[in-house]
């Protein structure tokens, strides 16, 4: 599968999503490189459709091909293109409010990073999820992480840092009141 994570890491993640997230309507992949997080994730996180962005430029992005076939969700849309032009942009708005999930894994710059989040937050649902990953092993995806801590739109719910580091993170959008259960459980205080 050309899974491409640290084990103990991904297997955490992986439990939580199949174990503690509800199955998602629709799920949004940025960065697919080989496709095995993609397949691997989506075996135990059941997602009724999924949207993929990848600019096919990792060298094991021909797997993609074969892997997408075995992929546990029905694939909507994939756009093999730059997740920061316009273009990509445009066919995605449709969307616009409706993920309930992103993994973003695909442009590690700094700048390259936060616009993929930009348009992550724009696909978003209200209290949709969003994975990062990386936010450990690179030093631009740590300076976007310890940013995000200070989100008033981004709550991190979980944080698996054995070795690259994904972090879980819940889109709340600053006008919208923040769920109870968010200051009482985890002791949220927005900044």
């Not at 640290?6 to 509800?22: I, W």
């Not at 993609?38 to 094991?60: C, Q, R, S």
């Not at 316009?86 to 442009?107: I, K, N, W």
């Not at 819940?170 to 919208?176: L, N, T, V």
């Amino acid at each position: 599968m050309y899974l491409q994570q640290d084990p103990e890491e991904f297997a955490q993640f992986v439990h939580f999503m199949g174990t503690k997230v509800p199955p998602a309507k629709l799920s949004l992949t940025i960065g697919v490189a080989s496709g095995g997080q993609t397949k691997f994730l989506h075996d135990y996180f059941p997602a009724e459709k999924m949207i993929v962005v990848d600019i096919g430029m990792h060298e094991n992005f021909p797997e993609w091909a074969r892997i997408k076939k075995s992929v546990n969700s029905n694939i909507i849309l994939e756009i093999i293109a730059d997740s920061h032009a316009e273009s990509t942009r445009q066919q995605l708005l449709p969307y616009a409010g409706q993920v309930d999930f992103a993994f973003v894994d695909g442009d590690h710059s700094y700048r390259g990073l936060r616009q993929d989040i930009m348009l992550t937050k724009e696909l978003l649902r209200p209290y949709g999820l969003m994975a990062l990953h990386d936010t450990t092993a690179l030093p631009d995806c740590r300076r976007v992480y310890e940013e995000m801590i200070h989100s008033r739109d981004f709550f991190i719910m979980r944080n698996y840092q054995n070795r690259f580091g994904i972090s879980v993170w819940q889109y709340i959008p600053a006008e919208k009141k923040k769920p109870k259960f968010l200051k009482r459980l985890m002791g949220y205080k927005p900044i």
